[in-house]
């Protein structure tokens, strides 16, 4: 149990983080270095408190719907509503440290007596496309825009706020295939495109309703309703939602607004569609028989993963804290801000029991700035085994089995299974950070030790393990040498001038123009390139996934590549040039691509783009 | 039982004392500057402390960036309209302080046509580097067009601090900037357009 603390009782303790930067455990503060501060957090003792694992959001039973005509199509009797609430709460993130006060996304719905998580609730979702007759015309089948997911958004953090961080809200969905109102833009726009809110900040006091299809891209066409055909080989797995509001990003998901959103194929997708099936089928549920009653083999297509209690996922957050426990942050510090104290769901070195047998891990960078290598190894360092199988665009084409480790960078997804079948009881095994990083501008190499940021206590005997990692996951087409002749081509260079962000030339972060406008379902390669030296910029682009077709001129790693694995976040080091295919498929409007170094997004390395009908 | 409430109450005020939150001016240097009008003041305690201010970094024999971005500051400045003086300031500071004296900054200033409200500041070298590694707008070391791009800008009160491209839309700055400024029942003015 979390002890409350109030609010009041911060303030009437003086306790509250009012400043960008705190008074160190001595009552001063830390070290004053030329470029700005560094700051040590109190000491805590590793492994104290069980891994956090934030509960799904309680579902609503009340329809919830600001703007029925912007959402008529989709919501309907099968669409679930959450009611998701920012808020100021005091929580441990150590058992030896004092209340911090952060901001939070809270179930509206919560259970009496659950606790409340320093994440915001992880919702979990099936994803798919159902098919439907069209009326009066038999065998000829249409999509069905049902189902999905309705998120009312309040915005309860308090008036009287001080210190860093805006209490006002934008939620993006990360990774989401969304219409661009449900997106998180920045900021209003004064004038923005036809069919674009004006409003899509909330306030305090306000709320904003996010409607998420979840349906397979392809199917929605906002020009043209009535596709009969999906993509049905793109599912994301693992994705994130938190706040997006310019200038003040960094800051708001720093004090903690961010939580997990994973997604499932449907089992009863797009039988009745005429397009090609999903070739695979991520349920979640690794007990799924073979055969059914009577003795017929079930959908061969299901997947069997390591699922519900063995499918955990993890974000990885570095802070830093003040002697009484509140978080620091520094402002000033526009390269990137580096906490001294890596959280895990929220933690502070928590530990897992895990049963001999299989996990799937969900990795998630939530970090502002700091990039991670993580190695999962035994107390001596000694490195154990991972198998990859995922990243931001879901299921790779195969698992990479046996990889060392997992280099993370910031909003990148990576998800692993580990066996801990062959460890004996009692085992401690740790997933180490071995990434060096002293500022905020990019990493300073991988070491060959480095802190230990979860452990994992291997408990018990073997157990029945009915999870498998097969090897084929979810095979999609590569991009065509077709795609790609008729692809429209932009290249977009990221460069700093005067200390500001600067993309082929023009001063970044204007967003009230685009710097490009794709067309609806017609394909682009983009060409990303990195001219400032020394920085390195993990590149997310909104709306869709990407394929990755070369690095710096050559094919790229396996685990980003094309025909292998898709992405949403690509990592841009100093002087890399990275070319991806991209094709935005159903929603038009106005999105953003933005490094999601947190600070470096709020000093408007940043750029909005449309696509049109 | 008494003298255990005392020892947590002495405690608890202890760890109030220690973890007292930095004042402003621990982190925004309290450095002696000139105003263009001559007058001495200093950083934090007379321009920044309990505003909402906007700094940048310039110097009057710059011909690169620095004209275009007082231009454009100069457009924020209309959008901030009463404000400006009143709960928000401006302050230019010139990173060549050598050169830019007080007569000189009154000259660009009168040239550009900038309202009370808006400081141009000179001082030491030093003292001036200080501000800028302060709020993270000097990185490069010496070189004094470097990050004269950036407009740092936030509330002193509330701790609330961002920063954006001084050449960004001034429209878009002035909304920025207004939504800082508490809201007064008196002017009952909604910020930005």
């Given at each position: 149990m979390r002890p409350r603390v109030s609010r009041r009782d911060l303030i009437k303790l003086g306790l509250m983080g009012t400043g960008y930067i705190v008074l160190g455990p001595e009552g001063r503060l830390a070290r004053a270095e030329s470029d700005g501060f560094t700051f040590q957090s109190p000491r805590t003792t590793p492994w104290q408190a069980e891994l956090p694992l934030p509960a799904e959001p309680n579902p609503t039973a009340s329809p919830l719907l600001d703007h029925p005509d912007a959402y008529r199509r989709f919501v309907d009797n099968q669409t679930t509503f959450f009611e998701i609430e920012a808020v100021e709460r005091a929580v441990k993130f150590h058992p030896q440290l004092g209340d911090t006060a952060v901001w939070c996304y809270a179930d509206r719905h919560i259970a009496p007596g659950a606790t409340p998580s320093i994440l915001g609730p992880t919702i979990k979702v099936r994803f798919g496309a159902y098919g439907e007759e069209?009326?009066?015309?038999?065998?000829?089948?249409?999509?069905?825009?049902?189902?999905?997911?309705?998120?009312?958004?309040?915005?309860?953090?308090?008036?009287?706020?001080?210190?860093?961080?805006?209490?006002?809200?934008?939620v993006h969905f990360h990774g989401g295939h969304v219409p661009a109102r449900a997106d998180g833009f920045p900021e209003d726009l004064v004038s923005p495109p036809d069919g674009f809110p004006n409003k899509v900040v909330f306030d305090r006091g306000e709320h904003y309703d996010y409607f998420y299809p979840m349906l397979d891209p392809g199917l929605v066409a906002d020009n043209d309703i009535g596709r009969d055909h999906a993509d049905c080989d793109e599912t994301p797995s693992t994705l994130w939602y938190h706040d997006?509001?310019?200038?003040?990003?960094?800051?708001?998901?720093?004090?903690?607004?961010?939580?997990f959103y994973l997604a499932f194929d449907d089992p009863n997708a797009n039988s009745i569609l005429s397009a090609p099936g999903k070739v695979a089928l991520d349920i979640g549920d690794e007990t799924f028989p073979d055969t059914d009653p009577f003795g017929h083999p079930t959908d061969p297509r299901i997947l069997r993963l390591p699922s519900n209690d063995f499918d955990i996922p993890l974000v990885f957050q570095d802070k830093s804290f003040a002697a009484d426990g509140s978080l620091v942050y520094n402002s000033f510090d526009h390269d990137g801000f580096l906490g001294d104290k890596v959280c895990v769901n929220g933690a502070i070195q928590p530990f897992l029991r895990v049963q001999r047998r299989k996990y799937r891990f969900r990795l998630l960078n939530g970090s502002n700035a700091r990039i991670y290598q993580i190695v999962l190894a035994d107390a001596s360092g000694g490195r154990k085994p991972m198998t990859q199988i995922a990243t931001e665009g879901g299921l790779m084409a195969a698992p990479i089995r046996n990889i060392s480790g997992v280099l993370l960078y910031m909003a990148e997804r990576v998800e692993v299974v580990v066996d801990f079948t062959s460890y004996a009881h009692g085992t401690e095994l740790f997933l180490e950070n071995r990434m060096r990083q002293d500022e905020g501008r990019k990493p300073d190499g991988v070491m060959s030790?480095?802190?230990?940021?979860?452990?994992?206590?291997?408990?018990?005997?073997?157990?029945?393990?009915?999870?498998?990692?097969?090897?084929?996951?979810?095979?999609?087409?590569?991009?065509?040498?077709?795609?790609?002749?008729?692809?429209?081509?932009?290249?977009?260079?990221?460069?700093?001038?005067?200390?500001?962000?600067?993309?082929?030339?023009?001063?970044?972060?204007?967003?009230?123009?685009?710097?490009?406008?794709?067309?609806?379902?017609?394909?682009?390669?983009?060409?990303?390139?990195?001219?400032?030296?020394?920085?390195?910029?993990?590149?997310?682009?909104?709306?869709?996934?990407c394929r990755v077709l070369s690095r710096n001129g050559k094919l790229p790693p396996l685990d980003e590549r094309d025909g292998m694995a898709k992405k949403d976040t690509l990592l841009?080091?100093?002087?890399?040039?990275?070319?991806?295919?991209?094709?935005?498929?159903?929603?038009?409007?106005?999105?953003?691509?933005?490094?999601?170094?947190?600070?470096h997004e709020d000093m408007a390395m940043m750029a909005r783009f449309d696509v049109a009908p | 039982?008494?003298?255990?409430?005392?020892?947590?109450?002495?405690?608890?005020?202890?760890?109030?004392?220690?973890?007292?939150?930095?004042?402003?001016?621990?982190?925004?240097?309290?450095?002696?500057?000139?105003?263009?009008?001559?007058?001495?003041?200093?950083?934090?305690?007379?321009?920044?402390?309990?505003?909402?201010?906007?700094?940048?970094?310039?110097?009057?024999?710059?011909?690169?960036?620095?004209?275009?971005?007082?231009d454009n500051l100069k457009k924020v400045q209309t959008a901030l309209g009463e404000h400006l003086g009143r709960d928000v300031v401006m302050i230019s500071m010139s990173v060549d302080p050598r050169a830019d004296t007080p007569a000189v900054l009154e000259q660009y200033a009168l040239r550009y046509g900038t309202k009370p409200g808006w400081?141009?500041?000179?001082?030491?070298?030093?003292?001036?580097?200080?501000?800028?590694?302060?709020?993270?707008?000097?990185?490069?070391?010496?070189?004094?067009?470097?990050?004269?791009?950036?407009?740092?800008?936030?509330?002193?009160?509330?701790?609330?601090?961002?920063?954006?491209?001084?050449?960004?839309?001034?429209?878009?700055?002035?909304?920025?900037?207004?939504?800082?400024?508490?809201?007064?029942?008196?002017?009952?003015?909604?910020?930005?357009?």
């Amino acid at each position: 149990m979390r002890p409350r603390v109030s609010r009041r009782d911060l303030i009437k303790l003086g306790l509250m983080g009012t400043g960008y930067i705190v008074l160190g455990p001595e009552g001063r503060l830390a070290r004053a270095e030329s470029d700005g501060f560094t700051f040590q957090s109190p000491r805590t003792t590793p492994w104290q408190a069980e891994l956090p694992l934030p509960a799904e959001p309680n579902p609503t039973a009340s329809p919830l719907l600001d703007h029925p005509d912007a959402y008529r199509r989709f919501v309907d009797n099968q669409t679930t509503f959450f009611e998701i609430e920012a808020v100021e709460r005091a929580v441990k993130f150590h058992p030896q440290l004092g209340d911090t006060a952060v901001w939070c996304y809270a179930d509206r719905h919560i259970a009496p007596g659950a606790t409340p998580s320093i994440l915001g609730p992880t919702i979990k979702v099936r994803f798919g496309a159902y098919g439907e007759e069209v009326p009066g015309q038999p065998g000829r089948v249409r999509p069905k825009l049902a189902g999905g997911v309705l998120v009312r958004h309040h915005n309860n953090l308090p008036y009287d706020h001080r210190g860093f961080g805006m209490t006002r809200n934008t939620v993006h969905f990360h990774g989401g295939h969304v219409p661009a109102r449900a997106d998180g833009f920045p900021e209003d726009l004064v004038s923005p495109p036809d069919g674009f809110p004006n409003k899509v900040v909330f306030d305090r006091g306000e709320h904003y309703d996010y409607f998420y299809p979840m349906l397979d891209p392809g199917l929605v066409a906002d020009n043209d309703i009535g596709r009969d055909h999906a993509d049905c080989d793109e599912t994301p797995s693992t994705l994130w939602y938190h706040d997006h509001l310019l200038d003040f990003t960094a800051a708001n998901v720093y004090r903690g607004l961010a939580g997990f959103y994973l997604a499932f194929d449907d089992p009863n997708a797009n039988s009745i569609l005429s397009a090609p099936g999903k070739v695979a089928l991520d349920i979640g549920d690794e007990t799924f028989p073979d055969t059914d009653p009577f003795g017929h083999p079930t959908d061969p297509r299901i997947l069997r993963l390591p699922s519900n209690d063995f499918d955990i996922p993890l974000v990885f957050q570095d802070k830093s804290f003040a002697a009484d426990g509140s978080l620091v942050y520094n402002s000033f510090d526009h390269d990137g801000f580096l906490g001294d104290k890596v959280c895990v769901n929220g933690a502070i070195q928590p530990f897992l029991r895990v049963q001999r047998r299989k996990y799937r891990f969900r990795l998630l960078n939530g970090s502002n700035a700091r990039i991670y290598q993580i190695v999962l190894a035994d107390a001596s360092g000694g490195r154990k085994p991972m198998t990859q199988i995922a990243t931001e665009g879901g299921l790779m084409a195969a698992p990479i089995r046996n990889i060392s480790g997992v280099l993370l960078y910031m909003a990148e997804r990576v998800e692993v299974v580990v066996d801990f079948t062959s460890y004996a009881h009692g085992t401690e095994l740790f997933l180490e950070n071995r990434m060096r990083q002293d500022e905020g501008r990019k990493p300073d190499g991988v070491m060959s030790r480095g802190p230990q940021m979860l452990k994992f206590i291997v408990e018990g005997d073997p157990v029945e393990d009915p999870s498998s990692v097969p090897d084929v996951l979810r095979p999609f087409p590569k991009v065509t040498e077709n795609e790609i002749r008729t692809a429209v081509r932009r290249t977009f260079e990221f460069e700093r001038r005067h200390g500001a962000w600067v993309i082929n030339g023009e001063l970044a972060g204007q967003l009230t123009r685009p710097v490009a406008t794709a067309r609806l379902d017609r394909g682009e390669i983009w060409r990303l390139r990195n001219d400032s030296g020394g920085w390195w910029h993990p590149v997310h682009i909104h709306h869709e996934f990407c394929r990755v077709l070369s690095r710096n001129g050559k094919l790229p790693p396996l685990d980003e590549r094309d025909g292998m694995a898709k992405k949403d976040t690509l990592l841009l080091r100093d002087n890399e040039t990275v070319e991806v295919y991209v094709k935005f498929r159903d929603y038009i409007g106005p999105w953003v691509f933005h490094c999601h170094n947190l600070e470096h997004e709020d000093m408007a390395m940043m750029a909005r783009f449309d696509v049109a009908p | 039982m008494i003298g255990t409430r005392i020892a947590v109450v002495v405690t608890l005020l202890a760890l109030a004392a220690a973890a007292r939150p930095a004042r402003a001016q621990e982190i925004i240097p309290n450095v002696p500057l000139r105003t263009q009008h001559g007058t001495a003041v200093r950083f934090y305690d007379d321009l920044v402390k309990g505003k909402v201010a906007l700094i940048n970094f310039f110097f009057t024999s710059c011909t690169s960036i620095c004209p275009r971005t007082t231009d454009n500051l100069k457009k924020v400045q209309t959008a901030l309209g009463e404000h400006l003086g009143r709960d928000v300031v401006m302050i230019s500071m010139s990173v060549d302080p050598r050169a830019d004296t007080p007569a000189v900054l009154e000259q660009y200033a009168l040239r550009y046509g900038t309202k009370p409200g808006w400081y141009f500041v000179t001082g030491r070298m030093e003292d001036i580097n200080l501000v800028r590694r302060r709020l993270g707008v000097n990185r490069d070391g010496g070189d004094k067009t470097q990050h004269t791009g950036l407009l740092v800008y936030g509330n002193d009160a509330t701790g609330q601090w961002a920063a954006t491209p001084a050449m960004a839309d001034p429209a878009v700055i002035a909304r920025s900037v207004l939504r800082l400024v508490p809201a007064r029942p008196s002017t009952a003015r909604p910020p930005g357009p």
